[in-house]
């Protein structure tokens, strides 16, 4: 049974940084594209970043692209999300994702298995 376990999320400033982080166990992620999804209150999942599975190909939502950096160690089964220039709008509860194959993709649906979630709350 494959478990995600996200952590490093909680309160900054804007302007500050975050690094999440995000632990597999259960399946050897290296032949797995990962993704970061975000949701916010009241508001539908959406996707952040995605990374390929041997961490050559990376994609990114518009609204993070220059931020946010996605990252992963396969060898340690973890994917990374650093997050800088946070911005009161990244408020949300951040969740990471194996997909369903090797390259990058936007689309959730793809994604066969989810974490938690760890929150992250940016204040203006």
């Known amino acids: 049974q494959v478990q995600l376990v996200e952590s490093g999320g909680g309160l900054v400033q804007a302007g500050g940084s975050l690094r999440l982080s995000c632990v597999v166990s259960?399946?050897?992620?290296?032949?797995?594209?990962m993704g970061w999804f975000r949701q916010a209150p009241g508001n539908e999942r959406d996707f952040v970043a995605s990374?390929?599975?041997?961490?050559?190909?990376?994609y990114y939502a518009a609204s993070v692209k220059g931020r946010f950096t996605i990252s992963r160690d396969n060898k340690k089964n973890i994917v990374h999300l650093q997050m800088d220039s946070l911005k009161p709008e990244d408020t949300a509860v951040y969740y990471c994702?194996?997909?369903?194959?090797?390259?990058?993709?936007?689309?959730?649906?793809?994604?066969?298995?989810w974490g938690q979630g760890t929150q992250v709350t940016v204040s203006s």
């Open positions: 994702a194996v997909r369903r194959g090797m390259v990058v993709t936007a689309t959730s649906s793809w994604y066969a298995s």
């Open positions: 259960g399946r050897t992620i290296s032949l797995y594209a």
């Open positions: 990374i390929s599975a041997g961490g050559g190909n990376s």
